[in-house]
């Protein structure tokens, strides 16, 4: 516990939305105080931290004056620009680390570091040009399905080809971005592990929880999931296996396909995930507090599951229906206070609990 | 629920200690913004709420401007100043009401109210002088303990009266302020309800809690109490009473002692409660966020008790405990970002949770 930041002292936050909301939330817990730093006013995160600075991710004097407020620096989105992480590691330490992050950002690295760690994706293709395309799909075949290699997000930035006639319009879809293809693969359903990784190198993980998307986005995280024994095992040992390749520090999520043959890695988020929301009311300590746990230089907490938990999102107008929530006894209701309810866009998200 | 506030409304919170800031947390989880009002700069609360005014409670243009910027108005202490009450009356509703407050502010009005209602209370009269404390002792016999009627807290402005020869430096500790004499109460144990009426006069108590005190300060509470269910019925029952005849709004902490001859009402606090803290971590719903709900005019959530709970106060310096306890898998730690821990100041807690 040498390195543990004490009581008082502050975690530097990129990003202003629900996660770090959520973050900040957690940190106040352990009376740990929280600096965001956004270029958007008045977001979610904002209304709870002790602080906030709002500028570019391009303004290096506000980032400096911000790394030297804070005592870490961590993240709620992976799409931080390089100039900024470097300007911010210059003062003080990141966490996640820089490799998870470089890995994380492109879809090519992030599948070629999971393959040479002997776990199982996807078949996957770079895919920078209509020759690269053509070849990628004499090897991959159709359906198949193309992405950008970076900033892509619940759903955006992806193009199915369900025959090889579709490849130029998917091609198009990705605007000249360097792109992806990627194999489709048979799976019977989703589910994804929170993992954990202190920085005394101690690895826990959550129960992993079983997702449901719709249109590219979460609706429903449930906990237990369908796994055998085994595939429970390999889950979890997986996602430490991620976790300790990157001398990662902090909560990662890892999207995994459960088919016929075993899982396969989907992606990896070096960050809290919304797949792990159900932690809140499952757990004594959820995933906002380990990752503030982790990344403080504290040791881990107890991430033992207490109650069955299924996790709903409240997209766009959804948010509405709180006052039908509000009555419900096994309901727990988290809104991200954030003003309009734009379509798509994750408003709120309530955890049902079943208690033994 | 026509008169629930929308997320995204704001809640006004008088007093910006620990329970002002648990308070914000719970208002924050549910969409609803705070401002806090204290005269001191920098406390607990201020940290993790939107909005904070530091003015003092006679400055009226501080007092009008912070109940304009507000949609309904709480506290997280009772001594509030009536001229105060007054002005902010005055723009939004006070909830819990008025008349809780000047029921609980003096400890006679308040015990004649409770004995009113045909609860139980210790022996009690008014002392404001030394004829009166004469004639009480008469009455009442020693030993007893003598307590200002207003102000006190944590067994300050309290002298105990062993033998009639100790009743003049008794009132002395009193220095000129109104009192009354309390005749001792023979209790095997000492245990709290925290109980919730919503703005539609739903009433939902928490499990009661055992507590035990060192020095006037709360040490510990248990959940559960080591009550028989017809005592827990009954306890349950008079707080519910208690509630109801104050038209009560928000949540209420019912100190109780439990004796042979049945229970004994202590004292009741228009708040949140310390010994309501252990909710945090053994219900869906806590105390803080009932009262949120409670006060924003939103149906109450369910308070069952999932887990069993021990929670233990940190005072001062025992709040440097923190990496050991950081390392207790069944503890949820909570801190108040309190910068100094002096002596007797409640510096956080510590729920341990034992699951099923």
Known sequence: MTEALRPGATIGILGGGQLGRMLALAAARLGLKTHIYDPA????????????????????????????????VTYEFENIPTSALDLLEAHRPIRPTRKALAVSQDRMTEKTFLQDLGLTVAPFAAVDSAADLEAALGTIGAPSILKTRRFGYDGKGQARIMEAGEAAAALDAMAGAPAILEGFVDFTHE????????????????????????????????????????????????????LNALDYVGVMGVELFVTPGGLVV????????????????GCVVDQFEQHIRAVAGWPLGDGSR?????????????????????????????????????PGRKMGHVNRVVTG
Chains 1, 2 share one sequence.
């Open 191 to 242: 589910v994804s592990v929170i993992g954990a990784r202190a920085l005394d190198g101690a690895v826990a993980c959550f129960d992993p929880g079983e997702n449901l998307h719709e249109g590219g986005i979460l609706r429903t995280t449930t906990v237990p999931a369908r796994l055998s024994t085994a595939q429970r095992t390999d889950a979890v040992l997986l996602a430490g296996r991620i």
């Open 306 to 342: 207490h109650s069955d938990v299924v996790m709903e999102n409240l997209i766009g107008a959804e948010a509405d229906r709180w006052p039908e929530i509000a009555t419900d006894p096994t309901a727990a209701l988290h809104l991200y206070g954030k003003a309009e309810a734009r």
């Open 41 to 72: 006013p008045g977001g979610p995160a904002e209304q709870v931290a002790d602080r906030t600075t709002v500028a570019a991710y391009d303004d290096a004097a506000a980032l400096d004056a911000f790394a030297a407020s804070v005592d870490v």
């Open 266 to 281: 989907n992606e990896i988020a070096p960050r809290v995930h919304n797949s792990g929301h159900w932690t809140q009311n």
